[in-house]
């Protein structure tokens, strides 16, 4: 028999939990073994440990844990969770975001072919093909222009992504294809199929994103965040709220956002939109049906006064009111990426001091002594997150610098 507050949710790190069991919620909890940790059990009623990116394998698991367990709804906020929580949905007739749309925002290719085929959305079209070998690449180029992005088709956090210069710049973004889907050796992309890449048109510009909800169709943009790129890798190494933007250019970002929603078929929960302010307007770069990272829900929980986190987990649970509208600012807050040099960790300092300062949101750090640190080539070789809050953007972001700053993480050569 289904139980109405009991709900199934398939990976993330462990304060998603605690977030369902603020909101009354029995979990039962879909994690890799390697990722669940024994402190978990008391937050859960039942644990299934899996490898849940292989469907073949979790659906015969997710029946039994659903005949046992009669969970109501499915919820992942990992990216590498949409899509067997949309397979879920399909199985057991939960509602939720189905399967078919799940997938048009894990596959950049597949995004993009929804886009072309919905003209009605008002959208600027953006050109792509597959990678089919070099010579695609050289065709690509000249037909569409130089530069242009070649990037894989799934993944997340920048990963892969390369900017193709002029055409003899084919030659080396082929061998990094190659290169990636014989294996990088990164050990964060195991739970991604690296194996299509797509070009892109490159389209020249800032970039933002709106985090967005969306109440069974009716979409409201909770915030309009500005990304601060390394320019070298493409990597965000800031985030800030409200983006430094003129009203007006700000509201067509958020619309362009509730129209590329509509377009896609979405209609229930959390997405986090990434939008190119291009020479012509706003473009949609790509998207995900999930939260965004870079501490990017504590820092809308303090500015704007809700957690899309347990929005999306309290949503499909009946736990949530719609919001009438977009929500009221107070101040701002930005997000700065942690860093160090590559080798070992020995020891860190400072990071008691700014967890205790009264401007710190949050700090997610995500090594200790001991671990490994990678060179810095993209936003997953990154070591954590600390945001901080400021009375405007400009002061936010630099107390968010400053504060990265402050904490010192010593590593030796490996």
């Known amino acids: 028999m289904t139980r109405p507050n009991r709900i199934l949710l398939v990976g993330g790190p462990g304060y998603q939990l605690?977030?369902?069991?603020?909101?009354g919620l029995d979990v039962v909890y879909v994690q890799t073994e390697q990722d669940f940790s024994p402190e978990y059990r008391d937050l859960v009623d039942d644990v299934v440990l899996t490898d849940y990116t292989d469907w073949p394998t979790l659906r015969p698991l997710v029946e039994?844990?659903?005949?046992?367990?009669?969970?109501?709804?499915?919820?992942?906020?990992?990216e590498p969770g949409l899509d067997p929580v949309a397979r879920v949905n399909d199985l057991l007739g939960l509602g939720g975001t189905p399967y078919e749309v799940s997938h048009r925002f894990t596959d950049k290719w597949l995004m993009r072919r929804r886009l072309a085929e919905t003209p009605s959305s008002g959208l600027r079209p953006v050109a792509a093909e597959l990678v089919d070998g070099q010579d695609s690449l050289v065709r690509f180029g000249e037909t569409h222009g130089y530069p242009f992005v070649v990037k894989p088709?799934?993944?997340?956090?920048?990963?892969?992504?390369?900017?193709?210069q002029d055409r003899a710049g084919t030659e080396p973004a082929w061998h990094?294809?190659?290169?990636?889907?014989?294996?990088?050796?990164?050990?964060?992309?195991?739970?991604?199929?690296?194996?299509?890449?797509?070009?892109?048109?490159?389209?020249?510009?800032?970039?933002?994103?709106?985090?967005?909800?969306?109440?069974?169709?009716?979409?409201?943009?909770?915030a309009v965040t500005e990304a601060i790129t390394e320019k070298r890798n493409h990597v965000h190494v800031g985030h800030a709220i409200p983006a430094r933007l003129a009203t007006d250019v700000e509201e067509a970002v958020a619309d362009t956002a509730v129209r590329f929603l509509d377009a896609m078929g979405f209609r229930d929960g959390s997405t986090h939109t990434e939008i190119i302010l291009g020479p012509d307007g706003p473009v949609i770069c790509e998207s995900q049906n999930r939260v965004g990272g870079a501490l990017l829900t504590d820092m809308i929980q303090d500015v704007y006064g809700h957690d899309p986190m347990s929005m999306a987990i309290g949503w499909p649970m009946g736990l949530v009111e719609p919001l009438p509208d977009r929500p009221e600012r107070r101040g701002a807050a930005a997000s700065w990426l942690l860093l160090a040099d590559e080798?070992?960790?020995?020891?860190?300092?400072?990071?008691?001091?700014?967890?205790?300062?009264?401007d710190t949101v949050a700090v997610d750090l995500w090594v200790g002594p001991g671990d490994q640190v990678r060179p810095?080539?993209?936003?997953?070789?990154?070591?954590?997150?600390?945001?901080?809050?400021?009375?405007?953007?400009?002061?936010?972001?630099?107390?968010?610098?400053?504060?990265?700053?402050?904490?010192?993480?010593?590593?030796?050569?490996?």
């Not at 039994?64 to 990992?78: Q, R």
């Not at 088709?153 to 193709?164: K, L, R």
């Not at 892109?200 to 009716?218: H, I, K, N, Q, T």
């Not at 020995?346 to 300062?357: C, K, T, W």
């Open 18 to 23: 605690q977030k369902a069991k603020d909101l």
């Open 64 to 78: 039994k844990a659903y005949e046992k367990w009669g969970f109501t709804a499915a919820v992942s906020l990992t």
């Open 153 to 164: 088709t799934g993944g997340t956090a920048s990963f892969g992504v390369t900017v193709v």
């Open 176 to 222: 990094h294809v190659q290169h990636l889907r014989d294996g990088s050796g990164h050990p964060l992309i195991g739970a991604y199929e690296i194996d299509r890449f797509v070009m892109e048109e490159y389209v020249e510009g800032p970039l933002y994103s709106a985090e967005a909800f969306s109440f069974g169709g009716r979409h409201v943009v909770l």
């Open 343 to 358: 080798g070992r960790v020995e020891r860190i300092e400072g990071l008691d001091e700014i967890r205790a300062a009264p």
């Open 376 to 414: 810095f080539a993209g936003q997953w070789d990154g070591l954590g997150h600390i945001a901080v809050r400021g009375p405007d953007t400009d002061t936010a972001v630099a107390r968010a610098r400053a504060a990265a700053g402050r904490l010192r993480i010593h590593t030796r050569p490996a």
